[in-house]
């Protein structure tokens, strides 16, 4: 074998999971299509991480990267393709070389959701955003829409007024948010502008977005907002391609089941983070890495006291 345990990802829970796999000794790759952090990086501000009273998704991964990158060498910009198990041995097929383990550790997280709404794809990078901490900048003193009703949409609504944003709406689809309290004061008190029970009919414009066609559910009608861009917060979908592929029992929303130590159905394979649902929180997410990280040690004929 090339290594012994393969984690794919490099979020929070690859991060943990990597730190705590190598001190139990094992020899462990970590592979990541991208530059790493998962969707956690990209949160403007994080209050509730344990030791960080108030800290940059960006500056707490980059954090996580430096500590994990102490123990083992990871793979970023390269993406697995393919993962395939013959007697109890995992060939991993990546976009630069293949690797065989002995247990896969799925970290692979989640991606936003989109709305499917006329003019959205068309419009994607030109006033059309998913993340408000990469593209707020561009905004500033620009009319905007935040479209969503959950803790990361009230975060980002009071980031883009924070930043400098002239207007700024929170669309939610239903009478009443999901956010916690706290973040629903925050944002009146900021002078986000909440337009409940309403959904995106359309998002249109011709080389940008220009204005949003808006349905009020009650009054079965549509209005026009006008707004420079629109920044969508639904929600996340599982990325679980290379567990379907192997075989790993989903919950009915795409979410990766596993026991409370990250184990899966299948021998050799566990997982760890937002891909297995629940909370969806950075605290958790490095929780369950290192958890799925020590439980792979029994596939490797190793022990570890928990």
């Known amino acids: 074998m090339d290594y012994e345990l393969a984690i794919i990802g490099a979020g929070p829970a690859g991060y943990s999971a990597a730190i705590y796999a190598v001190r139990a000794g094992l020899k462990t790759i970590v592979i990541e299509k991208g530059i790493g ?11 509730n991480y344990a030791g960080f009273e108030s800290v940059s998704g960006m500056d707490l991964t980059e954090k996580m990267k430096k500590h994990a990158s102490k123990y083992t ?12 198990n013959k007697n109890d041995i995992f060939s991993v097929e990546t976009s630069k070389k293949n690797y065989e383990v002995k247990a896969i550790l799925l970290c692979t997280g989640t991606e936003y959701r989109k709305l499917n709404a006329p003019g959205e794809a068309e419009l994607s990078g030109k006033g059309v955003s998913y993340c408000a901490t990469c593209d707020g900048f561009f905004f500033k003193g620009k009319k905007v829409a935040v479209v969503g009703g959950g803790n990361t949409a009230l975060i980002e609504a009071i980031y883009l007024k924070q930043i400098g ?63 420079d861009g629109v920044f969508i917060s639904v929600g996340e979908l599982p990325q679980n391609e ?8 989903l919950d009915d929303k795409g979410f ?10 299948v021998k050799g394979v566990y997982a760890a983070g937002d891909i297995t649902g629940g909370l969806r929180q950075v605290i958790t997410a490095c929780s369950e890495g290192a958890k799925a990280a020590l439980s792979s040690t029994e596939v490797l004929g190793k022990k570890y006291p928990y």
Do not use: M, W
Not at 73 to 84: R, Y
Not at 242 to 249: E, F, R, S
């Open 37 to 47: 952090g998962g969707l956690a990086a990209l949160s403007p501000n994080i209050e």
């Open 242 to 249: 290379i567990a379907k592929n192997l075989g790993v029992k």
């Open 256 to 265: 990766i089941i596993v026991d409370k130590d990250g184990r899966t159905n």
């Open 165 to 227: 944003c002239d207007e700024v709406y929170l669309i939610h689809r239903r009478e009443q948010l999901r956010a916690e309290k706290a973040y629903q004061d925050e944002a009146i008190d900021k002078g986000v502008k909440i337009i409940y029970s309403t959904h995106v009919a359309s998002i249109n414009g011709l080389e940008k977005v220009e204005h949003l066609e808006i349905r009020d559910i009650n009054e079965n009608k549509n209005k026009k907002l006008l707004v």
């Open 73 to 84: 060498n990871i793979h970023f910009n390269e993406e697995v393709k393919n993962i395939s």
